[in-house]
């Protein structure tokens, strides 16, 4: 397992075995990743000291027979300059990403370089498996996806790279290793053959929707939505009948140079080229219309759609962004401008089509709202929660005249009655400070099965049979990293009148997936009551013993060659059946609402208090969740429903979800 993970640490020390080597080009062959482009990386791309030399190691097999410029440059540095796999052929440093469609593909063919590795020179020779069957890909639909595939893509995508992060963060304590799980996993995705779209096109991209975020650029190209992964301007070439011609396709609107802070349906887009992005002071050179600047101003005279993505601050994650698809604009002027250097620069205005759905001015008026001017409207409480989130939880209906909730109190966590005792009684770790990953001397990193459940930013990597978290009764600071579900809402949340619902939940912030949302609030009920609770019509009853549908949420362990690991099951094993009432205590848990295909889960937690361990029912963003949009989980099917047929159900409700899987009724 550790052979296919060492792709971005640093070489060993000490002698090296030169015969294990193959094919290493001296090293001042390598050309820096920068150095032909004239373009700086967007911000957030590579983290500081971050340097793109690895000698050793790294992912060079592709599946297509890319041509190189010469053989000057070794393979591994290829992966980091081109993430997409190269599987997109002329690949330009920049990103500007041109591609010829006029059907000369040389998909399949054996790639040129061979993989040279220190630690697996014998499969240097075998093309990567595709593992796209594995994971639900045909190839028809890698090259025209659906909502579906997308979201399978995104969501193996988002797992590899979480594991990746893992695996890396548990090495940390030993080597300095450099982390990019994000173009690792894209990289390993794309020679595996498990991406979408890859057909490319004008307009807007199957099963992608206007709203929709993403955290990679990676997670932009293996959907098809915008393939260079550092350029800006993504465009297609066409060979006409008489002429042929580039068109851009899509851009990336980094937010801070080009958008017209007042109008959210206009941008003014600056072109690539100059050293303009670099200093915008010195910009002494006039851009050139070449490349993505003559793609735009070929789109400006052809009047196609443009798909535009607003690069937005993570307010999480400063340093990172957030990518939004903002849906289809219209390239209406272009002209030159000075720089303050002097030089010439391209500008580009793009106006949204009108009649879609808003999605970056969603984000403007969420932080209107937050500066209070103007207020929101159908506010009814600032916060629900009466300060006992360390964040507010505001209660909206802009839909009806309901004023308020049927009254309950507010309460963070479990009234727990009950509790169970370990098999082996424990006092909870001793870990000075904070757990570290990877430190097995960790008790409960131990009953982790070594590995640490969440990310160095709280970030869930799989689900699990139960989450052992570290509690009141270990020695670690209260801010050990492993408490991720202890430490209260990380979102500004609003309960909000539905339309047809009732109450329901949202986040006025994105939640990148994995996030910790929060717990399932209330009393904790001995299992004899639940029928007697669900006589009595209340709704707010989790029981962990119904039948909840499965879903793959991990990632896939032969993507990283991790044969015989039982490490992804996603079955949880409760140690006890835990049913909880939210009816009369609880928290914002209490407002989702069910929906068959929900963008929460809900995975078993455990941790120790006094001596005894408690259960608890954590919830965790199943994909990245756009502000505004409803947040909704499985409620599963009573046991006795279940064994008797869905038609024989009592009590249940009819479902009013709306997606495509509904299976009409739940409860
Ligand atoms: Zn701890
Ligand atoms: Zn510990
Ligand atoms: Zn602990």
Redesign the pocket.
């Known amino acids: 397992m550790e052979e296919g993970l060492g792709q971005n640490s640093v070489p060993p020390h000490g002698p090296i075995d030169k015969s294990k080597i193959l094919d290493i080009k001296p090293l001042r062959s390598l050309i820096p990743i920068y150095s032909m482009s004239s373009q700086a990386p967007p911000a957030g791309q590579y983290p500081s000291g971050f340097s793109p030399f690895f000698p050793f190691g790294a992912p060079q097999q592709t599946p297509t027979g890319v041509t190189t410029r010469g053989a000057a440059t070794p393979a591994p540095l290829r992966a980091y300059k081109n993430p997409l796999g190269a599987g997109d052929s002329s690949s330009t440093m920049n990103g500007f990403n041109g591609q010829d469609t006029s059907g000369k593909k040389k998909r399949g063919s054996p790639s040129r370089h061979t993989k040279s590795s220190v630690n697996k020179p014998k499969k240097s020779q075998e093309p990567p498996a595709d593992l796209s069957g594995l994971v639900g890909i045909s190839p028809a639909q890698r090259e025209d996806g659906s909502r579906e595939v997308v979201n399978i893509v995104l969501m193996a995508y988002d797992a590899l790279r979480r594991r990746l992060c893992q695996l890396e963060e548990a090495k940390e304590l030993s080597s300095g290793s450099i982390k990019r799980a994000d173009l690792k996993a894209c990289n390993t995705l794309m020679t595996r053959g498990i991406r979408t779209n890859m057909r490319k096109r004008i307009g807007a991209v199957p099963g992608i929707e206007i709203g929709d975020i993403f955290y990679f650029r990676m997670e932009l190209c293996i959907v098809g939505l915008h393939a260079p992964s550092m350029g800006g301007i993504d465009a297609l070439h066409i060979r006409g009948e008489f002429e042929e011609e580039t068109l851009a396709v899509c851009i990336v609107s980094s937010g801070e140079y080009d958008d017209d802070a007042e109008d959210s349906d206009v941008i003014i887009y600056t072109g690539q080229g100059g050293n303009f992005f670099m200093n915008k002071d010195k910009h002494t050179t006039d851009q050139k219309l070449q490349r993505g600047n003559l793609a735009l101003d070929r789109s400006s005279r052809q009047h196609n759609e443009v798909r535009v993505i607003r690069g937005m601050r993570d307010g999480v994650n400063p340093n990172n962004k957030i990518y939004v698809y903002d849906g289809l604009y219209k390239i209406q002027d272009s002209w030159i401008e000075k720089a303050k250097g002097g030089g010439g620069v391209f500008k580009y205005k793009l106006v949204r089509i009108p009649g879609q759905s808003s999605a970056f001015a969603v984000w403007k008026s969420i932080q209107k709202w937050k500066s209070g001017s103007p207020s929101r409207t159908g506010l009814i409480l600032a916060d629900l929660s009466n300060g006992a989130e360390g964040i507010p939880v505001s209660l909206v209906n802009e839909v009806n005249n309901v004023k308020a909730p049927t009254f309950f109190n507010y309460f963070h966590s479990l009234r727990h009655p009950k509790s169970f005792s370990l098999m082996q009684p424990s006092h ?4 000075i400070k ?3 990953p990877g ?1 097995l ?5 131990r009953r982790n099965e070594g590995d640490f459940p969440y990310t160095g930013n709280g970030i869930l990597v799989s689900r699990k049979p139960l989450v052992h978290e ?1 509690g009141p009764t ?3 600071f209260p801010n ?1 990293k ?1 408490r991720v579900s202890q430490t209260g809402l990380k979102h500004p949340m609003e309960v909000f009148r539905t339309k047809d619902r009732g109450w329901g939940l949202r986040s006025l912030d994105p939640i990148r997936a994995g996030t910790f949302i929060c717990e399932y609030a209330g009393e904790v009920v001995g299992r004899g009551k639940v029928s007697q609770l669900v006589k009595e019509g209340d709704e707010y009853v989790f029981d962990t013993t119904r039948i909840y549908d499965q879903f793959k949420w991990n990632y896939e362990p032969r993507l990283l060659e991790e044969i015989g690991s039982n490490d992804s099951t996603e079955d949880y094993a409760m140690p006890y059946p835990l049913i909880i009432t939210a009816k009369n205590i609880g928290n914002v848990a209490r407002f989702m609402n069910h929906s068959c295909s929900p963008n929460v889960f809900w995975q078993p937690v455990v941790y120790e208090e006094n001596n005894q361990s408690y259960l608890h029912v954590a919830f965790f963003a199943l994909r990245h969740i756009p502000p505004m949009t409803e947040l909704t989980y499985d409620y599963g099917l009573a046991q006795s429903d279940h064994a008797e047929g869905s038609s024989a159900a009592k009590g249940r409700k009819k479902c009013l979800c709306g997606s495509s899987k509904c299976r009409g009724s739940f409860g």
Do not use: E, H, P, Y
Request: with cysteine.
């Open positions: 909870g770790c001793t870990c904070a757990c570290v430190d001397n960790c008790s409960c990193i570290c270990c020695q670690c050990c492993n």
